[in-house]
Structure formats: C-alpha cells, structure tokens
C-alpha cells in the first residue's frame, strides 16, 4: 500500500528530468503531423520571397521594346514577351506584389471589424437584431459586383480595391464570430463573471474572444484566397488596379486577344495565381485541422 504512492514520485521525477525535445525536434513533430500546414505556407512563403525580391530577379515591368513584339518563351524572355515588347516574367512577379499586398490586407481588415462587430452582436441583443439584418444585406449582393460598384464610384487603384473587396467579406467574418459567441455566452464560467459584476468589454476581451481565434485565423486564410481572385477578376474586367500596375488580373486582360498566337501571356500568370490561391487553401486546410483536431479526427 506505500509502494504506490512513491513509485508515483519518482515517476513523476523520472518525468521532470527527462530532457524536453528541442525547437527543431518540435518543428520536425509538427511538420510530421501536420503536413498540409508545411506545404501550404512553404509554397505561399517562397510566392511572398520572388514578390518582395522582384526588383533584385527582373527587369523594369514597363520597359517597351517593340522590337520584341510577342516573342516565345526563349533564353532572351523566359516567359515570352507581350504585345508591346515587354517581359512577361517581369511582369508575373511583379504582379504577385499587388496580389499579396491586396490578399493580406483585405484578410487582416475584415478579420478585425468582423471580430469587433462579431463581438458586440453575438452578446448584445438589441445590436444583434439590428447588424445582422444589415450583414444580410450586404450578404444579399454579390462579392464582384458591389466591388465594380465601389470602385467606379470611387476610381481605380490598390487602396480602393482593397476597401471594395473587404465590404463583402465583413459579413463573413461577422456570422462566423457570432456563432462562436452565441455558444460561448452560455457556458458556466461567462455566467459567473457576469454575476460577479464583471463589465462587459473585460467579458468579451478575457472570457470569449480566446474561443474565437482558432476559427477565426482560418476564416482568414479563406477570405485570403477569395480576396486574391476577386483582385484578379476585377483586374480583368479592368475594374481592378490601373492598367500601368502590373497584376496578374491585368497581364491576363491584355493577353486574351493574342491568346490564339501568344498564349503564354495568359498561361504564365494564371499559374502564379492559381500556385498562391492554392497554397493559401492548403494552409487553411491545415490550421483548420491542427486548431481543431477534433474536425481532423472525423474526416
């Protein structure tokens, strides 16, 4: 009957002793587990690397060279040369700038007014029944549409694309939020810290915000991805960022009339977007996966 208590100590010993596993062990652990997450941000790190050091990789986006009008993939031009003579591969990587710059910002911005919006109408009642009703009409318009609206109100350029593409992702992030809370509102320990006078932004901020950031870091890698293709579509259709900006959207525009004689206009940059939005959703898949292996274990 005394054994017990003390093989329990010195297994506990034993236990403390045990050398923890180093930062590269740890790493190497998670890559294992959770393979998805690896893949994904390696492929949307190394598309957010060839961006940034665009200026260091290719030349000048803009340069006019008629001379090599519509020329092949060579030795010369990498991905061939578009109808005013300029590189194609110039302008691929300089437009994953654009890309990211509007992906990341849309994704940060939506994620912080619905979280805050979120918040206050998932526990108030009174502000529920009147923003939700205003979140399904926003919900009610299509994402592309109300952005072309937006944007030929307000002029073209990356700063209002961004503003046009987070208006309908707000409401996203809003329902997803409110349904956290909802759920969260009724649990013991809430109720408790409401019946001992606790005020409400120290509710929202200590008891139920920590609930909604496992979804929520995945929701915004969705509204991520969905903002990089709808820059693009906006790009084509030439509701997107000026002409003189190179994005992928716009690489694409110019390129459909020559597709017949000069498909890699099109080929090239569509590949760059379709290589990021998927990496993007891979990530999510993963976090998704690794916040909630609960979900992991029923797939």
Excluded at 46 to 74: E, F, T, Y
Excluded at 125 to 136: G, S
Excluded at 157 to 174: C, F, G, L
Aim: hydrophobic content about 55%.
């Amino acid at each position: 009957m005394v054994d017990a208590p003390v093989d329990s100590v010195l297994a506990a010993e034993l236990e403390e002793e045990r050398p923890r596993p180093g930062l590269l062990a740890r790493a190497r652990d998670y890559a294992r587990r959770h393979p998805t997450v690896v893949i994904g941000g390696g492929l949307l790190l190394i598309m957010a690397i060839v961006a940034i050091i665009a200026p260091l990789i290719a030349p000048d986006p803009l340069r006019l060279n008629p001379i090599n009008r519509l020329k092949p993939p060579g030795e010369k031009f990498w991905f061939g040369a578009d109808f005013l003579g300029r590189d194609v591969y110039a302008r691929t990587v300089y437009g994953g700038q654009i890309s990211l710059i509007v992906g990341l910002a849309v994704a940060a911005v939506s994620t912080v007014i619905g979280l805050a919006i979120g918040l206050t109408a998932g526990y108030v009642r009174w502000v529920d029944a009147i923003v939700m009703r205003i979140m399904d009409g926003l919900m009610a318009i299509p994402g592309v549409l109300l952005a072309i609206a937006l944007i030929s109100l307000a002029g073209a350029s990356v700063t209002n694309v961004i503003i046009a593409i987070t208006i309908p992702e707000v409401p996203r992030v809003v329902r997803l939020v409110r349904a956290v809370v909802l759920t969260v509102r009724e649990q013991p320990y809430v109720e408790a810290a409401v019946s001992v006078g606790t005020r409400l932004p120290k509710i929202l901020v200590k008891h139920i915000l920590p609930n909604t950031l496992a979804p929520l870091i995945v929701q915004a890698t969705y509204v991520c991805a969905s903002a990089v293709v709808i820059e693009a579509i906006l790009s084509f259709l030439g509701a997107g960022t000026p002409p003189e900006i190179p994005s992928w959207g716009n690489i694409m525009a110019e390129g459909r009339t020559y597709f017949q004689i000069a498909p890699w206009m099109i080929f090239f940059p569509g590949i760059f977007l379709a290589i990021t939005v998927l990496a993007v959703n891979i990530l999510g898949d993963g976090l998704r996966d690794s916040l909630d292996p609960r979900i992991a274990r029923r797939m």
